[in-house]
């Protein structure tokens, strides 16, 4: 406790009941881990839920399935757009009035798809709901980088991955299970629930970003803020290694339906049991890497996973252009590359976003843009070369596996200095916030 500030007496008793009380400390940091993981969960939610009810809206809405996957399609682009925005006005007011405004927007957006009477209506109700939705998982990285120094910081994104991790194991189960008893229509009606009762959960998140913190260059110059961030590269590297990341992940999402059930005719039953040990496999090495951080940090981990990705995407790569393997020459690769997301990701965006206290909004957001936009790049990608075989979505892995490794290998040369004196622990940061209430 010897770096806390002792600016008062106020705050020095503030600090000895904080020290005297280490489980109320603990409660407080699960309530917030708990709301924050349901801030991020907003992506997996709004798409994983609806997936079983594509094919009835075909007939629903008088379409066909190319249209009503466009639906997907819309939603992420305006997601990973919608995140541009979100970060610099929470930099500037703070992060909870942009979170409720990003929530109600997605209960609007929820509400006019579950009201959408045509599929253009449906496009364009998606991307209402994700322009809100995206204010959750860009805005909770932010606050995580309010409350938490570097290597703490990835250790909470960890734990905060875990947590969300269950909801692309449900969102599909929770979805068929709505629409065998009620519609599709019943499904957005749900995530317009979802929102309300987040956005009252709300009330329980303090406010992160003292006024101070809070900057004041306007809002305006905000073209000008992303370009200084791009052309540094203690933020550069690490957004570009885990978009390259991202763009592979979104390629096996995209592909492996198709690999599985279309070109190796496995049954959706066992496809769903290939699919969710992928996010299990995630859970556990989250878990790892929560135990490894203290002692190994962050960019050796980041770099130890962008290894894996690296020659697990080249084994994907292989399998898929000569079918050695079958089914486990594609499964094992992917489990591999797919786990080792929890140790790229959440050291990738603690270390993006470590030396930018006063930016930790607008950096969160050109990461999370960058990481959504390839993953829309790579999904498209898939499309464009699509030639009746797994190949296409191997060959995109494997490249994303080098992109991430190489660039990773960068950081090696910008070593990484978090700006200390503006990075405070959980209690000092609350109780300023608090003070200053």
């Known amino acids: 406790m010897s770096d806390l500030p002792r600016s008062s007496g106020a705050h020095s008793g503030a600090m000895n009941s904080v020290t005297q009380a280490p489980e109320a400390r603990h409660a407080h940091d699960l309530r917030i881990l708990i709301i924050l993981s349901a801030l991020m969960s907003f992506a997996s939610i709004s798409t994983d839920m609806y997936l079983p009810a594509l094919p009835t809206l075909v007939n629903d809405l008088h379409t ?9 399609s819309t939603f992420l682009i305006g997601f990973s757009l919608g995140q541009l925005f979100w970060g610099p006005v929470s930099d500037r007011l703070g992060r909870r009035l942009p979170i409720a405004a990003g929530l109600l927007l997605f209960v609007l957006g929820s509400a006019g798809c579950a009201m959408s009477t045509t599929i253009t209506q449906m496009q364009v109700w998606r991307i209402v709901q994700a322009l809100g939705a995206c204010s959750g998982p860009v805005l909770a990285r932010a606050m995580v980088r309010d409350l938490y120094a570097r290597e703490r ?5 960890s734990i905060l991955i875990l ?3 269950v909801a692309p194991l449900l969102g599909p189960l929770l979805g068929g299970q709505i629409l065998s008893f009620w519609s599709w229509r019943a499904i957005f009606w ?8 987040t956005l009252f959960a709300l009330w329980l998140l303090p406010e992160t970003l003292s006024v101070p913190m809070r900057s004041k260059a306007p809002l305006r110059n ?14 550069l590297i690490y957004a570009v290694s885990g978009g390259f990341y991202y763009g592979g992940c979104y390629a096996f999402i995209a592909g492996t339906p198709f690999a599985y059930v279309d070109y190796y005719h496995v049954s959706p039953k066992l496809f769903g049991l290939l699919f969710g040990v992928n996010i299990v496999g995630l859970m556990v090495v989250n878990f790892i890497n929560t135990r490894l951080l203290a002692r190994l940090g962050a960019d050796r981990i980041f770099r130890f996973g962008a290894w894996i990705a690296a020659l697990s995407g080249i084994a994907l ?9 079958g089914v486990p020459g594609l499964a094992i690769p992917i489990f591999c590359f797919m786990s080792v997301s929890g140790f790229i990701v959440a050291n990738s965006v603690a270390s993006a976003l470590a030396a930018f206290p006063k930016q930790a909004g607008t950096a969160s957001s050109l990461v999370g843009a960058m990481h959504y936009g390839s993953g829309v790049l790579s999904a498209a990608m898939l499309g464009w070369f699509a030639d009746g075989t797994p190949w296409p979505m191997g060959w995109i892995v494997g490249a994303a596996g080098i992109g991430c490794l190489v660039t990773a290998l960068l950081q090696k040369q910008h070593p990484h200095s978090e700006v200390a004196t503006s990075v405070t622990p959980l209690e000092t940061r609350l109780l300023v916030v608090n003070s200053e209430a």
């Open 163 to 165: 947590m969300m991790a």
């Open 317 to 325: 790569a292989i399998d898929a252009r000569f079918g050695w393997g």
């Open 153 to 157: 910081s990835a250790h909470m994104l």
């Open 190 to 197: 749900v995530l317009a629930l979802v929102g309300i009762a």
């Open 222 to 235: 905000t073209l000008a803020s992303y370009i200084s961030l791009v052309r540094d590269p203690r933020l």
């Open 64 to 72: 066909d399935i190319a249209r009503v996957e466009l639906t997907v």
